[in-house]
């Protein structure tokens, strides 16, 4: 592996019965970057995500993080390598308030061992990490159920779960669908700062036009191949990408 | 005597498969639990009994008037009971495990239990094969069970309504949004399923005498084809109840009949640790179930 | 005009919480008593009981602990159907251990609970990786194996069982130990499912590809609460094995499965409290159904039935409702 690279991705497969989800895939992922996995609507991206993250096991190919080979690993074990992923669906806990959703993260082995052994108290610590991803501490936001909180403040318990596991690898699935442009702007500070703390991340992403703005790269899958890998303006140039997006007429 | 064995086995395999038929069809297809079902196809051994007893109806006028009597209270359990925990697989179980207790329990209770409770044959003739006796009801049940998986076949795979009941299975929103009220096609299901424990019940038990301890027997046994074979999958039925069909079949004629139920409880087991899905089982996402 | 129903903390409730509790001898009592009069109960009862109640009030302890057991299994996402398996493993290690190996009661029982926990966990280990409905199957199946097995290998007594069990040094040690062990287990892991371990527990009944995503093996967890929830049964039928001096095949019956899961719900499920409330409920009702014999099950079955599609909060969650808020009928502007 080169220097500097964290992931690489190899000739991975994945059907599912008769349905070729994943054909031939794969890329490289530097330390410190921000990849955009993007694509139209069943091209696979969730699943390939799946594969990294181990919720799904590979048919076929490789998946190496930081010179360990990671695929067919069991998820919680890969968590502990330190990659995180939030989820397209959110689904926290929907009877407990939003500071206690954080307690499963900060139970973690990870965080634990990262914390040399003794974290003081999960509470404090939780209130922190949701005040960090925006929930203000005076409005007693994050002592509110899960059940009542609107998409915007899901989305950043979402995120705050992923940050406080203290992963390498972040990836985060279609982080902005649901929000408003104004809550966009005002997370895209949050994914900022965890680059500058040397984080890589990938997004999952269909808003495009907000994605281009922080992302360095951008791999375009469809129907499960890659179509595109480089520079986002560059990509979005190349015919086929085009094609897979608008169809064939344009 | 290997052909003996032979012959009953298979007759064997035509009865487990013709018991677990109704409840492949329910939680198999359909995704509902009915832990009841041995209750059911004791309840209608005894209602037939009873019609034939009490109101001395013919017999097979008893045996429809029962199939229909159960197939009514399968959609009744559905509608008051099964209706209101929907969704919560769990409590689908316990639920439906509870009636099905309560039915079982309170015939052991009331006593009915002995050889003058049992149901005559349908055909009271035997043939020989060379030197095995082989009996009517028999052979009676070994073409019931390939008509039934004949026709099961072609109604979940060809019909509206067979589609429908492996549509709410499958994903019971997507479902919805075809347009199928899965409340309605769940009590067809339930209420179709029990109707085949009677006829089962009908086809099986002149075999022997009616006993509510059979009950918990029959659902063991119809939970362990279904598990064995796949969930859904008729093919998977018929595969099962041929394997332990034989397998309990063998046992008891070359070590003992003590342990014939342990073969097919072990089976199961063996099959929930290797391939969980059965083994025609297409539910792919159980496989992914880490 | 439209009405709707509110519903509020009643002021006392509102007055006894954090520090506040201590401002006066009314709110210390609002909050004591609910947890005081089951162990008074359970303390001064025998004193004043009978030998039949007596008996009777032991299996409810006994009970109340198979269904504390459910619970805390159902708390955790996994309901099973065979708590006989524990109680049947439980009861038939402390007969071993006493009648082959000539262990001392006190010693049996302990170590009929660790083994038994560690027995009733190693089977189910392979099958917690499944759906839950498969869990709950095999859980009903495995006691009615092991009935047959026994059965037909005549091993542990077969269908004789082993008797000349050593009894427990007195009746009242007998007792005592049983109440005294259930209330340690009430309180113990009530605080236990309150805390983080706890609500790691309940997160993997909620939504465990959620707790996977926090790196936390949800298969490990599932097999400490399978552990500590057979345990717990697994003392239950040690002690039972002591106090009828005799172990066979009955201690796998359906009778063990089924009223623990109808106690549970009936009282209240989720909360451990409504266990052993429902077993105190169920458990005397039957006694006094003693009578109608058989009709007992049925009685359960219908209860367990009634209670989970009409009341499926249990009657805990209702009467801790009513003491902890009123309603009244609003006007809806």
């Known amino acids: ?40 609507n069943g091209s696979g991206k969730t699943t390939a995500v799946n594969l990294i993250t181990g919720f799904v096991k590979p048919s076929r190919g490789e998946i190496v993080y930081r010179d360990c080979s990671i695929a067919g690993l069991a998820p919680h074990k890969i968590v502990r390598l330190g990659i995180a992923r939030t989820f397209q669906m959110v689904k926290p806990f929907y009877h407990l308030p939003a500071y206690k959703n954080m307690i499963i993260p900060l139970y973690s082995p990870r965080v ?31 002592f509110k ?69 922080i992302a360095d790269r951008v791999v375009v899958l469809n129907y499960g191949q890659k179509i595109a890998d480089g520079p986002a303006a560059q990509a979005m140039q190349t015919a086929e990408v085009q094609k897979a997006y608008l169809g064939a007429e344009y | 005597m290997f052909v003996g064995t032979f012959v009953y086995a298979v007759f064997n395999s035509a009865i487990l498969a013709v018991m677990a038929l109704g409840f492949n069809l329910t939680f198999g297809i359909s995704g509902v639990a009915n832990f009841a079902y041995g209750a059911m196809y004791i309840l209608s051994a005894y209602l037939s009994w009873m019609f034939l007893h009490f109101l001395n109806l013919p017999y097979w006028l008893s045996i429809c008037v029962s199939i229909c009597f159960t197939m009514a209270l399968g959609a009744l359990m559905y509608r008051y009971v099964l209706l209101r925990v929907r969704g919560q697989p769990l409590s689908e179980v316990i639920a439906t495990f509870g009636i099905g207790l309560a039915i079982l329990e309170l015939f052991q209770y009331m006593g009915l239990v002995g050889y003058e409770y049992s149901l005559p044959v349908l055909i009271d003739r035997s043939i020989v094969f060379g030197n095995i006796v082989v009996d009517m009801q028999r052979i009676l049940i070994t073409a019931a069970a390939v008509l039934l998986m004949a026709g099961l076949w072609a109604f979940t795979h060809h019909t509206k309504i067979g589609l429908a009941f492996r549509g709410i299975a499958q994903d019971e929103r997507t479902a919805l949004t075809f347009g199928i ?60 109840s041929v394997l332990i069909g034989f397998a309990e079949r063998l046992t008891d004629t070359y070590i003992s009949s003590s342990w014939t139920m342990i073969v097919s409880l072990a089976a199961m087991l063996v099959v929930l640790l290797v391939k969980p899905s059965g083994l025609f089982g297409r539910q792919k996402e159980l496989e992914e179930r880490i | 005009m439209e009405r709707r129903l509110e519903r509020i903390d009643r002021g006392i409730k509102v007055r006894s919480q954090d520090v506040f509790a201590l401002s006066s001898w009314r709110e210390m009592l609002y909050l004591l008593a609910p947890r005081l009069v089951p162990i008074l109960g359970f303390l001064l009862l025998p004193l004043v009981l009978g030998n039949y109640w007596q008996k009777v009030l032991l299996s409810v302890a006994v009970f109340a602990l198979l269904a504390l057991s459910w619970d805390i299994l159902a708390q955790a996402g996994m309901i099973s159907l065979g708590q006989a398996l524990f109680f049947g493993l439980g009861a038939y290690c402390s007969g071993i251990l006493n009648h082959a190996l000539g262990c001392p009661p006190l010693l049996s ?44 290998t005549k091993i542990f007594g077969g269908t004789e069982g082993l008797s000349g069990i050593a009894p427990l040094p007195s009746k009242w040690i007998e007792l005592y130990l049983i109440v005294a062990v259930l209330l340690a287990a009430l309180f113990g892991f009530r605080r236990m499912m309150n805390s983080d371990y706890g609500l790691v527990l309940k997160a993997i009944r909620d939504n465990d590809r959620s707790v996977t995503n926090a790196g936390i093996n949800i298969f490990w967890y599932k097999a400490q609460a399978l552990f500590i929830a057979g345990s717990i049964g697994a003392l239950a039928g040690a002690f039972m094995t002591h106090v009828y001096m005799f172990v066979g095949m009955p201690v796998f019956a359906l009778d063990y499965s089924i009223l623990p899961i109808a106690a549970a719900v009936v009282g209240g499920p989720g909360s451990l409290a409504g266990a052993v409330l429902g077993a105190s409920i169920l458990v005397p009702l039957s006694e006094i159904l003693r009578g109608i014999g058989g009709l007992r099950i049925v009685f359960y079955g219908c209860f367990l039935v009634v209670f989970i599609v009409a009341l499926p909060e249990g009657i805990f969650h209702y009467i801790q409702r009513k003491y902890q808020q009123f309603e009244r009928w609003v006007e809806v502007e």
Not at chain 3, 123 to 142: A, Q
């Open chain 1, 145 to 213: 159920s899960a059940s009542v909180l609107p998409q915007g403040y899901l989305k950043r318990l979402e995120l705050a779960k992923a940050i406080a596991l203290k992963p390498d690898l972040i990836i985060l699935d279609e982080l902005f669908s649901g929000l408003s442009l104004a809550e966009v702007a005002s997370i895209i500070p949050i994914i900022e700062k965890l680059r500058k703390e040397g984080k890589t991340i990938i997004m999952i992403e269909h808003r495009l036009k907000e994605l281009f703005r």
């Open chain 3, 109 to 152: 029982l302990a170590g009929a609970t660790v083994l038994g926990g560690l027995m009733g966990t190693a089977v189910l280990l392979p099958v917690i990786r499944l759906r839950g409905v498969y869990f709950s199957m095999v859980t009903l199946i495995i006691p009615l194996m092991f009935v047959r097995i026994i059965e037909a």
């Open chain 1, 1 to 40: 592996m080169g220097a500097g690279t964290l992931l690489r991705v190899k000739s991975l497969f994945k059907n599912f019965g008769g349905i070729q989800a994943i054909t031939d895939l794969s890329f490289d992922l530097a330390q410190g970057e921000l990849l955009g996995l993007i694509g139209p």
């Open chain 1, 112 to 142: 634990k061992k990262l914390a040399g052994g003794n974290y003081g108290d999960l509470d404090a610590v939780a209130l922190d990490y949701l005040e960090e991803v925006g929930f203000e501490r005076d409005s007693h936001v994050a």
């Open chain 2, 181 to 240: 009220d899965s409340d309605r096609i769940g009590m067809f299901s339930v209420s179709l399923g029990c109707g085949l424990a009677a006829l089962a019940a009908a086809l099986i038990i002149p075999l022997g005498s009616i006993s509510p301890s059979d009950g918990y027997d029959v659902l063991i046994k119809a939970l362990a084809v279904c598990i064995i074979g796949g969930l859904g999958s008729t093919g998977g039925v018929i595969v099962a």
